[in-house]
């Protein structure tokens, strides 16, 4: 009895280190913000459209060879912030040259982006960010299809981006601005009223190293101001009149990321 009972004693301690679960390691996941280098070629075709209120003054769709994009994509607060800087633009050709209207000027836009992006399942992310937005054109003409003008003001945009196989992505990207304060304007402009910019982007991306990826896609802007109290068309009548101007962009954007 005695004997039974000191292995039972010592059977229990035994039992009870079957039960303890195993330390767990800790794994760490790396951040799906997407950072790394990108620069890229975007031909363009570039439409402008003035209008005082009479309808259409003048209407152009150029290609525009020599475009291109440079983005730098980091991480702050503990890989826990997305922080982007992008600069685009190039050439801004609207019209034919010895014409009143029109431009062999260039254009610039400069982003500087906050944000977060979010892993929602293994192979699908949303980002999101917002920040300062500035674009300047530079036109040729005096007056034109393309004056001389800066705008500043803020943006905000989303990033769908879904994994289709182990090295190509797919990804759809739609943004927002408004750009309220001018700077650098050319006389005649009149009063700024408003200013917006709308964006969208369908993309492929295809791995094509362990840090490299190279990306295919369609790439739409509008840029839209609207004027109060200009003459830039007439300057020889009072300055009373409306001046609605628009550039749209259709560009093929092929591009090389580098990812650290």
Same mark, same amino acid.
């Given at each position: 009895?005695?004997?039974?009972?000191?292995?039972?004693?010592?059977?229990?301690?035994?039992?009870?280190?079957?039960?303890?679960?195993?330390?767990?390691?800790?794994?760490?996941?790396?951040?799906?913000?997407?950072?790394?280098?990108?620069?890229?070629?975007?031909?363009?075709?570039?439409?402008?459209?003035?209008?005082?209120?009479?309808?259409?003054?003048?209407?152009?769709?150029?290609?525009?060879?020599?475009?291109?994009?440079?983005?730098?994509?980091?991480?702050?607060?503990?890989?826990?912030?997305?922080?982007?800087?992008?600069?685009?633009?190039?050439?801004?050709?609207?019209?034919?040259?010895?014409?009143?209207?029109?431009?062999?000027?260039?254009?610039?836009?400069?982003?500087?982006?906050?944000?977060?992006?979010?892993?929602? #399942?293994?192979?699908?992310?949303?980002?999101?960010?917002?920040?300062?937005?500035?674009?300047?054109?530079?036109?040729?003409?005096?007056?034109?299809?393309?004056?001389?003008?800066?705008?500043?003001?803020?943006?905000?945009?989303?990033?769908?981006?879904?994994?289709?196989?182990?090295?190509?992505?797919?990804?759809?990207?739609?943004?927002?601005?408004?750009? +309220?304060?001018?700077?650098?304007?050319?006389?005649?402009?009149?009063?700024?009223?408003?200013?917006?910019?709308?964006?969208?982007?369908?993309?492929?991306?295809?791995?094509?190293?362990?840090?490299?990826?190279?990306?295919?896609?369609?790439?739409?802007?509008?840029?839209?101001? #609207?004027?109060?109290?200009?003459?830039?068309?007439?300057?020889?009548?009072? +300055?009373?009149?409306?001046?609605?101007?628009?550039?749209?962009?259709?560009?093929?954007?092929?591009?090389?990321?580098?990812?650290?």
């Amino acid at each position: 009895m005695l004997a039974a009972l000191l292995a039972l004693c010592l059977a229990a301690p035994i039992r009870a280190a079957e039960k303890e679960e195993p330390a767990e390691t800790p794994i760490l996941v790396p951040s799906p913000i997407p950072v790394g280098f990108l620069v890229a070629w975007k031909p363009t075709i570039l439409s402008v459209r003035i209008d005082s209120g009479a309808g259409s003054q003048f209407g152009s769709d150029k290609l525009q060879l020599f475009r291109g994009l440079f983005r730098y994509t980091s991480t702050a607060f503990d890989e826990k912030l997305l922080a982007r800087a992008e600069v685009e633009g190039g050439q801004f050709q609207s019209d034919t040259q010895n014409t009143r209207l029109g431009s062999d000027g260039f254009d610039v836009t400069v982003r500087l982006l906050g944000g977060t992006a979010t892993r929602i #399942s293994p192979g699908f992310i949303i980002t999101g960010s917002a920040g300062l937005l500035s674009r300047y054109q530079v036109g040729t003409q005096a007056q034109g299809g393309a004056p001389r003008i800066g705008i500043f003001g803020v943006t905000s945009n989303m990033e769908l981006e879904y994994r289709l196989g182990p090295l190509l992505t797919i990804s759809g990207y739609v943004e927002g601005g408004l750009a +309220p304060i001018p700077y650098l304007a050319q006389a005649h402009l009149g009063v700024l009223s408003d200013a917006s910019e709308f964006r969208w982007r369908l993309q492929l991306s295809l791995d094509v190293g362990t840090n490299t990826a190279v990306d295919l896609g369609y790439d739409f802007t509008r840029w839209h101001a #609207s004027f109060a109290g200009s003459n830039v068309l007439n300057p020889a009548s009072s +300055p009373d009149q409306a001046l609605l101007l628009e550039a749209r962009e259709h560009a093929l954007t092929l591009g090389i990321r580098w990812k650290p």
